[in-house]
Structures are given as structure tokens and as C-alpha cells.
């Protein structure tokens, strides 16, 4: 692997200085958005906020209404309408500011909860919003870290180089001479989370409670989840320590770096790191001149997530091409550690579980390992889910285990999941999602790259025996198996008997549904609405007539309007009642 020429390098700096100096310039002129205005008033955000919200409410409403859909309802006219509609969420959750751009991104993880229109547009959400001034940055360095801005550092470039919704970073030279980053909280950012969180509790308390969009979901549970992601990513303190257990974690391997955290300059609002400066893994005509092997790249990039997922159990929740950059000699550097992922080892048992489920197709057993990964809500009915996981494990394992796609098999889950009782932690869909950037980006540096082919030797590491004895683990497996068929034999008198006392006692409620009988009910409810309208038709026509009689008329074509609004119901629901009963 040759090493990039210093005339090469230098240009390839110059460029991406220049280009982002222009971009930050640009940044730092816009004033379109009122939250990052000094004199931006609470009451002025709430009506911001609330008008949103309203706003973003009726919407869904008028998605519902077959009436508001110009030539008759179509699933291909409500696609198209969610995809304007979510351009235009994305745009205002970007004037909105740092708090729902980070709500944004989190929801584009969501596919379990929103319609894939809003997942696709909100996973564009970037954080380009204005820098700030370089008097803030002075001030809230120089508060946090006791002492002058000389006195910290030898140089201080005041043009940040990035800028983001939560911070912004500036290169800066240490005493010492080394080259740092110093990463600053935006001034303002925890009494904005503050205001902006009191009113997301408010929504998803309605969200809740919602007969229809609370229905199987845990509003308070997202809201909750969303804040603690929030707060970790304001502590620069915590961030730092997962910085330094990332770098722990793979301080054995050479093709991996990680900044280095200076804590001497470093506070829950300021991060120094280390400067580590590479080419970024999606500029291929950077990776080309510095003479890399992007086949290789992509391979190591796959080789890391994995060794964070499966070996370590801490990984980088947000991997996008942003966040990853390539040294000269090949090895790739990781950046931005605010948002970490953690599997717990009991996780891993479980999720073996469902993978020899998935293995010999059996849909009962991998509903009931998701059910103990707490990623399925058990309900009354689960026959419906058991039938949709059958029919995907039938459809899954048609295709060899190397030729399967990640990004179609989230795209897979994600649309069992909707409407579902299924409740993805935000670990999984963390996972998934990194899973669908890396198969991005390593199909960007090599066409034929496919991310489950990499994936297969620790992926038979999982399903193998925890101690790395596979002829023991088959051994356990039909062990287990053993023993459970020979409980549920043993406790299958018991389990009649608390049946029958419980019975006995009403604990237990039978529910029969009748499909003739539900039909019947709803046809005759429909048919006393379309009494109802036509009695409201007659008495307007009456009155319309009485008035027109009298002499006024004007009155009576307002009665005459008035009344083709219940007269258009009533044709709208008799043809509703002729196609009922053309079902059946």
C-alpha cells in the first residue's frame, strides 16, 4: 500500500479546508433560525413548538379522511402524499433546532413505529445548522476550564472546522505542541432541552392516550429513552470515557485509531482530543490518490463493527461516512463517541435462542425468545404475529446466508413490525441501522461488497456453544429440548386443574367472535346513521321549501346548501353498506 505523496496531501487539505470554509461562512451568516437568536423569548418558543405539533396532527387526521384525497382514496395517493409531508417534517424539525434534529434521527431508526416515507426522509436530517460566535466559545472554555484562552492553548483557530446542532469544533495547538480538536457545547443547549423536553412529555402523554396512535405503543417509554440518549450526548465527560473505552477495546489491533482524550482540558461542555486528520471513507477520489485498497476498506469496516458488536458488546450507534475517516497507511479512524451502544451478556444468550429458531424455521420459538428480548409485546391474540414471523422465516431462508441483504432484512422487520406488537429497543434498532450505513458505505468503496458474507464466520461464532465447542452446544440444544418437552409433560395435569378452578372462580373470560354476527352489527349500525341523515336531509328540504315560499329565498339556498352536506353522507354511506354486502 503506497503512501500519499506530501504535494497530494497538501492539496487534499487545501480542498477541504476551503470547501469547508466556505460551507461554515455560510453557516455563519444565516439567520433563519430563531433559536439561535440571543434575544429568542420561551413564550416564542412554545408557539413554535405547539404550531408544529397542531399542525403536524392535522395532517395525520386529514390522512385518515378518504374525502380529502382529490378523485377518491389510493394507497399510492396516501404514499405520495406522506412523502411531501415528510420533506416537510424533516425541514421544520431543522428549524426547530438541536432538540428535534436529534429526535429526528433517533425516530429514523424507528421503521417499527412510522411508515417508511418518514423513516427515508429523516434519516436525511443532517446537523448543518448556523455556527456560533467565537466570543461564546471563548466564554464557556474559559468558565468551564477556570483559565484564559492563552493560557490553555498556543494557537486557537476562532473558524470552527464542523458545526453541529449540539456543539462545535475548532482546531487548537497546545502548549506542549500538540495538535488538538476542542469540541464546545452550543451556549443556551441544556435550557433549550429543558423547554423543548417539558413539551415532547406533554405530546407523548396525548400520543398515549390516543385511541388510535396509542393503540400497542409506549409513547412514554420513547420520550423517556429519547431523553436519556439527549443528556448523555450534552456530558462531554461521558463521551470522553467512551472514547477511551472504544480505543481500550481496540488497542490490540493497529488498523484501527482513536483519538486521544487530554481530560486536563476537558469539562462536561468542553472535549479536547487528540487531532487525528484522515481522508473520509465515502471521498473515494481521496482514498484512489492516497493509493488505498477500498475492497480492503470496506472489509475492515465491516471486520470493526462486528468485533464491536459481538466481542466487546460497546459499539458506535451512529458509524455514518461523517464519523469515519481513513489514515494514510490504510487504518480507519473513528470519531464522535455521544451515542454508544451496549448488548448485555444475557443478550447474547437470548438472541441465540432465536437464532436456532430462525435456523430450523420454527416461528413459535422465535416469537417467544423476542418476547424474552422484550423486542415483542405478548397480547391477547398472538396468531396473527406467529403467522407473519412464519411466512418471513419461510420467505428468509430461501437465499444462502451470504447472499442475504441487510438493509432488505430491516426493511424486512421493520415492515412485520409496523402495526405490530413489536417493540424494538433502541439497542436493536441502533444495530440495525449501523448494519444498513456500513452495507452503504462498503458497497460505495467496492460494488460486489456484501456485508453478510463478512458477517458468516462470527455469525456461526454466535450460534456455536458460549465456550467455542460446537459438537456441545448441539449436545445442550437437544438436551434442552429434551427437558423441555418432559416438563410440559409433567405439569400438563397441573396446568388443567388451575384452568378448571380458575373458571370456576371467572378469572378467565372466553372471547367468540362471530364474522356473520359482526357483519349483521355493522350494517344495521350503518343503516340507523343513514336514517339518521336522511331525516336531516328531509327537514332541511321542508324548511328550504317553507322559506322559499315565503319569500325568502336567500335563507332557503343557504338551507338548501346546508343540507347537501348530509345528503353527500348519505350517498357516501349507502355505497359503503352496497360493498359490505357484496363481501359476503
Not at 56 to 67: D, E, Q, S, V
Not at 201 to 218: S, T
Not at 220 to 247: M, P, V
Not at 470 to 476: A, F, H, L, W
Amino acid at each position: 500500500m503506497s503512501a500519499l505523496s506530501s504535494n497530494t496531501k497538501s492539496s487534499l487539505v487545501k480542498k477541504q479546508g476551503a470547501s469547508a470554509s466556505r460551507k461554515l461562512t455560510k453557516l455563519e451568516t444565516a439567520e433563519k433560525y430563531r433559536w439561535n437568536r440571543e434575544n429568542y423569548s420561551i413564550a416564542r418558543r412554545r408557539i413554535d413548538i405547539w404550531r408544529f405539533v397542531l399542525s403536524l396532527l392535522f395532517r395525520f387526521w386529514r390522512n385518515g379522511k378518504k374525502w380529502s384525497y382529490k378523485g377518491g382514496f389510493t394507497q399510492e395517493k396516501l404514499d405520495a402524499r406522506r412523502k411531501i409531508q415528510a420533506v416537510w417534517i424533516r425541514e421544520n424539525l431543522l428549524n426547530l433546532g438541536p432538540t428535534f434534529i436529534k429526535v429526528g434521527q433517533l425516530f429514523s431508526t424507528r421503521a417499527d413505529l412510522f411508515p417508511a416515507e418518514y423513516v427515508d426522509e429523516l434519516s436525511k436530517l443532517q446537523d448543518e445548522v448556523p455556527a456560533f460566535t467565537y466570543e461564546q466559545v471563548s466564554k464557556t472554555i474559559e468558565k468551564d476550564l477556570g483559565k484564559p484562552l492563552s493560557k490553555l492553548f498556543r494557537n486557537f483557530d476562532p473558524v470552527p472546522i464542523a458545526a453541529a446542532s449540539l456543539g462545535q469544533v475548532h482546531k487548537a495547538k497546545l502548549h506542549s505542541g500538540e495538535e488538538v480538536v476542542v469540541k464546545i457545547q452550543r451556549p443556551g443547549l441544556q435550557q433549550l432541552f429543558t423547554i423543548d423536553l417539558a413539551i415532547l412529555k406533554k405530546i407523548a402523554y396525548y400520543f398515549q392516550n390516543h385511541p388510535k396512535w396509542g393503540k400497542g405503543r409506549d409513547w412514554i417509554g420513547i420520550y423517556e429513552e429519547c431523553c436519556k440518549i439527549l443528556w448523555e450526548e450534552t456530558d462531554y465527560l461521558n463521551e470522553g470515557q467512551n472514547a477511551d473505552a472504544f480505543r481500550r477495546n481496540f488497542r490490540g489491533e493497529n488498523w484501527v485509531k482513536v483519538p486521544r482524550v487530554y481530560w486536563r482540558y476537558t469539562s462536561p461542555r468542553v472535549l479536547t482530543l487528540e487531532y487525528l486528520p484522515g481522508i473520509k471513507i465515502s471521498h473515494y477520489e481521496g482514498l484512489e490518490a492516497a493509493g488505498l485498497d477500498r475492497k480492503l476498506l470496506a472489509r475492515l469496516g465491516a471486520k470493526a463493527y462486528l468485533c464491536q458488536l459481538l466481542n466487546d458488546g460497546f459499539f458506535h450507534a451512529d458509524p455514518h461516512p461523517g464519523n469515519i475517516a481513513v489514515d494514510t497507511d490504510g487504518s480507519l479512524i473513528f470519531y464522535d463517541f455521544g451515542m454508544m451502544g451496549r448488548i448485555n451478556t444475557n443478550v447474547r444468550e437470548k438472541l441465540m435462542d432465536t437464532l436456532f429458531g430462525i435456523a430450523q424455521k420454527d416461528g413459535d420459538r422465535v416469537v417467544s425468545s423476542l418476547i424474552a428480548l422484550g423486542a415483542l409485546s405478548a397480547t391477547s391474540d398472538m396468531g396473527p404475529v406467529r403467522r407473519s414471523v412464519q411466512f418471513m422465516l419461510d420467505n428468509f431462508m430461501d437465499k444462502p446466508f451470504e447472499e442475504q441483504s441487510i438493509a432488505a432484512i430491516s426493511d424486512d422487520l421493520y415492515e412485520l413490525a409496523y402495526d405490530q406488537p413489536f417493540r424494538f429497543p433502541a439497542t436493536f434498532t441502533f444495530v440495525m441501522r449501523a448494519f444498513s450505513t456500513l452495507e452503504g458505505v462498503g458497497k460505495g468503496l467496492d460494488p460486489d461488497f456484501n456485508f453478510m458474507e463478512v458477517a458468516q464466520p462470527f455469525a456461526l461464532e454466535l450460534v456455536a456453544d458460549l465456550d467455542g465447542s460446537t459438537g456441545n452446544s448441539i449436545i445442550d440444544e437437544l438436551t434442552r429440548q429434551a427437558t423441555q418437552v418432559s416438563n410440559t409433560a409433567l405439569s400438563l395435569p397441573r396446568r388443567i386443574d388451575d384452568t378448571i378452578e380458575k373458571l370456576d372462580r371467572g378469572d378467565i373470560r372466553l372471547r367468540v367472535r362471530s364474522v356473520e354476527s359482526d357483519r349483521l352489527l355493522r350494517r344495521l349500525g350503518m343503516m340507523q346513521m343513514a336514517t339518521n341523515y336522511s331525516v336531516f336531509v328531509s327537514a332541511l328540504v321542508i324548511c328550504a321549501t317553507l322559506l322559499f315560499i315565503n319569500g325568502y329565498i336567500r335563507i332557503a339556498i343557504a338551507a338548501v346548501m346546508l343540507g347537501l352536506v348530509p345528503a353527500w353522507a348519505l350517498v357516501r354511506l349507502l355505497r359503503r353498506i352496497n360493498r359490505l354486502d357484496k363481501m359476503f
